[in-house]
């Protein structure tokens, strides 16, 4: 082949494809065009429908992918809507789009009090339109938050430290007294190792030596033990006291039968009286 109608090949394909891409172009738009008239009648299931068919037909068409974000944000799809302002700062050249797409997850970070993330992106928002006064606004009542509520990251790891220290301690001190129960279980046996063999032995030398000390201990307090059993009555057995109460009752009752006997004599005579009638 001629390099002429080579050439000729060449740009009768590269018009072929800008006629392609400017047919498809038309038809995202087209999508695009109809999606946001749905979304304007509040008809969001439609309206995503159309847009993802926009964005399908031509990748270039960010504007319906920025769109479906919100729509789909509408919707209340907020973590789908994030997922599509990412991508649309990302792949749009257009820095309206961008604009726009940061100013958005802004408002979602701030929905979601991540006021740290709020700020860092209304700051890009401007640096893509940095004449937005609501985006400044925005920034302004985000910085203000973040002062008021400091992120809680340190605090987090704070406490998970304290935490973590915490279960150590528990960890060491179990072990600290393992430790111990496995000293004092050593101990114990190596005292039952050595003692088996000649545990009857000193049995019997501890007994013997017990006894013999039974043996030679001094009887301490027996002469007091027996003046007492002396003065203390047995069982059964009157004490000196009683003895001598017993027999002084005795000597007085016999002195009173001695007088009743001689009082009776003296009743035995007969004595003569004189009646009263």
Do not use: C
């Given at each position: ?13 590269f ?11 038309e ?15 509040s ?5 995503e429908?159309?847009y993802r068919?926009?964005?399908a037909?031509?990748?270039?068409e960010?504007?319906a ?10 919707n209340?799809?907020?973590?789908e ?20 797409a940061?100013h ?35 920034l ?6 973040l002062?008021k509520?400091p ?21 060491d ?5 393992g ?8 101990q ?12 009857e ?12 000390e039974q043996k030679?201990?001094?009887?301490q ?8 059993s002396?003065?203390?009555?047995r ?22 039968v001695?007088e ?18």
């Amino acid at each position: 082949m001629k390099k002429g109608n080579i050439i000729s090949v060449l740009l009768l394909l590269f018009v072929g494809s800008m006629h392609l891409g400017f047919a498809q172009a038309e038809k995202a738009q087209e999508f695009s065009y109809q999606a946001n008239e749905l979304s304007l009648d509040s008809e969001y299931s439609k309206a995503e429908a159309l847009y993802r068919k926009a964005y399908a037909v031509d990748e270039n068409e960010t504007r319906a992918l920025y769109n479906l974000g919100t729509n789909l944000y509408k919707n209340e799809l907020v973590e789908e809507a994030f997922s599509n302002f990412k991508t649309t700062v990302e792949k749009s050249t257009f820095k309206g789009e961008k604009h726009n797409a940061y100013h958005n997850m802004g408002n979602l970070f701030m929905d979601k009090k991540e006021y740290e993330k709020a700020v860092e992106s209304y700051k890009n928002a401007l640096r893509q339109d940095p004449t937005d006064d609501e985006t400044r606004y925005n920034l302004a009542l985000a910085k203000e938050m973040l002062k008021k509520n400091p992120p809680q990251n340190n605090k987090d790891q704070d406490d998970k430290d304290e935490k973590d220290d915490k279960q150590q301690d528990q960890k060491d001190q179990q072990n600290q007294e393992g430790d111990s129960d496995s000293e004092k279980e050593k101990q114990e046996e190596n005292k039952n190792d050595s003692g088996d063999g000649d545990s009857e032995e000193n049995k019997n030398e501890e007994g013997g030596d017990e006894k013999q000390e039974q043996k030679e201990q001094p009887q301490q307090g027996d002469d007091s033990k027996k003046e007492q059993s002396q003065n203390q009555p047995r069982p059964n057995q009157l004490s000196k006291q009683q003895i001598e109460n017993l027999l002084e009752a005795m000597r007085n009752e016999e002195k009173k039968v001695q007088e009743k006997l001689k009082a009776a004599k003296v009743k035995g005579k007969k004595i003569k009286t004189d009646k009263d009638w």
